[in-house]
């Protein structure tokens, strides 16, 4: 039933491709998916195909795990969509023929000439080698095809081999009857397909932590929902970057929608200003905030909440009040960013585009106490948030949790 399910498959893709004319073909090659079992690796690679069609035209053959891409898009186009989909741990542009020495042999000669052209590859300074991967029964080596090729080469460009470490390198893949050839493997983002994993709410600031921890939550396969807490007169101009860190995640967010909402949060600052001690204004800030993106979710139906956090990074981060500002949320908040360096999260923001975006000047958040508590006692904090009646308070503020168009 497999088998012919797959022919069927095939059959179809190849109808398809009838209609597009010329193609430029690629290996996609994924890593963990890999080690999942058949029901769930099938599920995981039709979801990261599906990622990639939301950027690319073109359409696939999955043969046993490898995915093989066409399209009719330009290299630059491919790469650029490639390059920013989760679950890719590599890929290349391919070459293909019939599994036939002189067929591979003029197939290698004639993209090599095009490449030597192109300043890709100079024979007469560059040393090269031939790795080769086979599938199927042959009556040949993987080691002796190598060695075909290789003197192929050596006989018509009269370049130099350097198996230890070749300047240039040639990859052969004989797959049954079919054999490709490729010259580079180009590195994807790895992590998970978007969308395989549900939906986490991913507290988002308009600094440089949130984006990045939203990022990584991509990275794993998760779709992302923003939630931005509006201090309001407390802080200005942060919405507006919290719609550009939405722009450029939703690159790397492909074939799931980022939904983002806000909540105009300054009315339970100032509540919060009024009716606690001071020194407790971030843990109960921090306490409201995971307690309003569980609101959400539950509209959402969503499963976890997400911050920026790192280990010590502010006064509202250290162990103590971390565990005593979660304590009321009854969903998992997870905090991929919780070992991280300032350095090593602003690195990650400047390749992924949002760093620019987080250090236009806000003003900060004015609630900000002079002397905020760092060590929260989980007892006394407990007490507080009684004495205030938190609960009702966010009650109203959530009323207010409104979705924003990107």
Do not use: W
Not at 159 to 169: M, Y
Not at 337 to 365: H, R
């Amino acid at each position: 039933m497999f088998s012919m399910e797959k022919m069927l498959n095939d059959n179809i893709n190849a109808f398809k491709l009838t209609m597009i004319g010329d193609l430029m073909k690629y290996f996609v090659r994924y890593g963990e998916i890999g080690i999942k079992s058949r029901k769930i690796r099938s599920k995981f690679e039709k979801k990261l195909m599906e990622n990639i069609k939301a950027g690319l035209d073109c359409e696939f053959i999955n043969d046993n795990g490898r995915i093989i891409l066409l399209t009719q898009e330009d290299d630059n186009t491919v790469r650029e969509v490639l390059d920013r989909v989760f679950g890719i741990v590599s890929y290349s542009q391919i070459y293909e023929t019939v599994t036939d020495k002189d067929k591979i042999a003029h197939l290698v000669n004639t993209t090599l000439s095009d490449l030597i052209g192109q300043g890709k590859f100079n024979p007469e300074t560059q040393t090269f080698a031939v790795k080769c991967r086979r599938v199927g029964e042959h009556d040949f080596s993987s080691q002796e095809m190598a060695g075909y090729v290789g003197s192929v080469v050596i006989e018509q460009f009269d370049a130099k081999v350097n198996l230890s470490n070749p300047d240039f390198r040639i990859y052969i893949e004989v797959r049954e009857d079919k054999t490709y050839v490729y010259f580079d493997k180009i590195k994807g983002l790895g992590g998970m397909p978007v969308g395989c994993q549900g939906k986490v709410i991913c507290l988002i600031s308009g600094g440089i932590d949130s984006p990045v921890a939203a990022f990584q939550m991509l990275k794993r396969g998760c779709s992302v929902i923003l939630l931005h807490c509006d201090n309001a007169p407390y802080g200005r101009g942060t919405v507006e970057k919290v719609l550009k860190h939405a722009e450029k995640l939703r690159r790397y967010s492909l074939g799931e929608e980022i939904k983002v909402y806000s909540i105009k949060y300054g009315k339970y600052l100032e509540y919060v200003q009024k009716q606690a001690p001071p020194r407790m204004t971030c843990v109960l800030c921090k306490s409201g905030m995971y307690q309003s993106a569980e609101r959400l979710a539950k509209k959402e139906k969503a499963t976890a909440i997400v911050d920026g956090s790192s280990i010590g990074q502010v006064a509202s981060q250290t162990l103590d009040n971390i565990n005593a500002s979660r304590y009321h949320c009854n969903l998992p908040i997870f905090s991929p960013l919780i070992s991280l360096d300032k350095l090593e999260i602003e690195d990650i923001a400047k390749k992924i585009g949002t760093y620019e975006i987080s250090i236009i000047p806000d003003g900060g958040c004015a609630a900000v106490p002079k002397y905020p508590e760092t060590h929260a006692d989980l007892k006394l904090t407990k007490n507080i948030i009684e004495k205030i009646n938190q609960k009702e308070i966010l009650n109203e503020v959530s009323d207010s949790i409104q979705r924003i168009d990107i």
